[in-house]
């Protein structure tokens, strides 16, 4: 059996004591090392007098206060031999790689926005293809005899009209009637009307331009019938929009195209003579 004295104890108790701490400055000493050449050398330096500096900088010494310890990091890198914080690398190239990702992020959808656009244009225009071809299968005569019971509703003796009105002026409702101007009023005031005079299918207003002064046009709504007379017929230019405003006397406005002239429309204009409320 091994026995030992107090003063062994001692030993091995200082011994101990001895390697921990050597192993913990070890420890805390390992990363602030970088290998240069082989070599381990500390990152950071505490120095009375300077900065420490390979050779190869060059770099003049400087004035150091000696009353302080002053932290310096030498710089390990010669001019000939410039390199970069790898971490920093590194995080440039990860941002560079997510703006990347996120500009061609962008540009798939933008072109899958395009493409939906695309097609919502093609399956309009496919739309507006059909019922020109439907339009065209059917004469004017059929159109009017399918749309009797529309109320809404023109008539000119003189030049043998008697047809439906819709609301808007897009080229599918002239397609089929005469469209109402939106911005116009139905019964009070200036009540706007427009057709097609040539072209299509169903000319309604075709024959508009042959209306005189005192002619009679009769215009019908759920509201009641109003009768008016052609006071102005004539030819305005496409931008011409006055004939359409809101006035204080009731009038009835008729826009149809001008034919082989594209930049100006023919505009009947009739003031009402008789009104006939239900």
Known sequence: MITYTRRNVNLLALSATIFLFALFHFICYIPNLEISNNQYVPKYVYSKTIPIYSKADNKPEN???HSKKILFQPNLQSKNNQGTNPINSIQTVYMALTTKEIQEQMQEENQMNEEKSQIQESKE?????ED????????QRDVVKQNKQNKWRIQIPKINLDVHINEGTTSKV??????H??????WKGNVGLAAHNRGYQCNFFQKIKNLNTGDEIIYITTNGKKVYRVQTNKVIPETNWEYLQPTKDNRITLITCEENRREYRRCVQAIEVANYQL
């Open 132 to 139: 020109i071809i439907i339009a065209k299968q059917e004469t």
């Open 174 to 179: 002239m397609l089929k009637s005469v469209g």
């Open 63 to 65: 004035k150091v206060n």
């Open 125 to 129: 225009e496919q739309n507006n293809e």
């Open 181 to 186: 101007f939106e911005e116009t009023s139905k």
